[in-house]
């Protein structure tokens, strides 16, 4: 985790899941302001953002994909708070509205990763992020590195207390 990212998540201490997600997302993903085919092959611009709405021939603004990353978040989000049904901080809910935003609402939904959050094996849940490295059929090493983030992030509570 960088140095910037780790004292930016230091003083949201009491902020809500949303929050805290709202400020790794755009250090995990990066931006780009004009769009672009991701690894595997899906039209993307600004923060991670994918949809029907791009233009591919659009220079977008910071102004234009902050708001689409607050937009974009909300549905992860409630889907997070939907799935989750057992007792979880902030920070784990933060770390799995990364994951999701990052593989989407089904495959969270039905990632081990839920069922071992939902069983109540915490330490299970965090570990399995890790697994979820591979893109197009191969391991990215962006999604290594952000897994290590989400990983860290979904024990800070605890490492904390």
């Given amino acids: 985790m960088s140095p910037g990212l780790r004292k930016a998540l230091l003083s949201l201490t009491g902020a809500s899941a949303l929050t805290i997600a709202s400020v790794m997302v755009p250090e995990l993903e ?7 085919q991701d690894v ?8 991670g953002h994918t949809g029907e ?9 910071q102004a234009e994909c902050e708001k689409m990353l607050n937009d ?10 939907r799935a989750v049904t057992v007792p979880a901080d902030e920070y784990q809910k933060a770390a799995l ?6 593989v989407g609402i089904s495959a969270f ?10 069983a109540g094996e915490t330490e ?9 490295i591979w893109a197009g059929g191969r391991k990215w090493q962006g999604l290594i590195n952000r897994r290590e983030v989400e990983y860290e992030v979904c024990h800070w509570q ?4």
């Fill in 30 to 36: 990066g931006v780009r302001y004009t769009p672009y």
């Fill in 109 to 118: 939904e039905h990632s081990s990763v839920l069922r071992y959050l939902n």
């Fill in 158 to 161: 605890r490492r904390r207390s």
């Fill in 53 to 61: 709405d791009i233009i591919a021939d659009k220079r977008y603004s």
């Fill in 124 to 132: 299970k849940a965090c570990a399995g992020l890790k697994q979820w």
């Fill in 97 to 102: 509205i990364s994951f999701s935003y990052n």
């Fill in 40 to 47: 595997v092959g899906v039209l993307t611009v600004c923060y």
């Fill in 72 to 81: 974009d978040l909300q549905p992860f989000s409630r889907a997070v708070e």
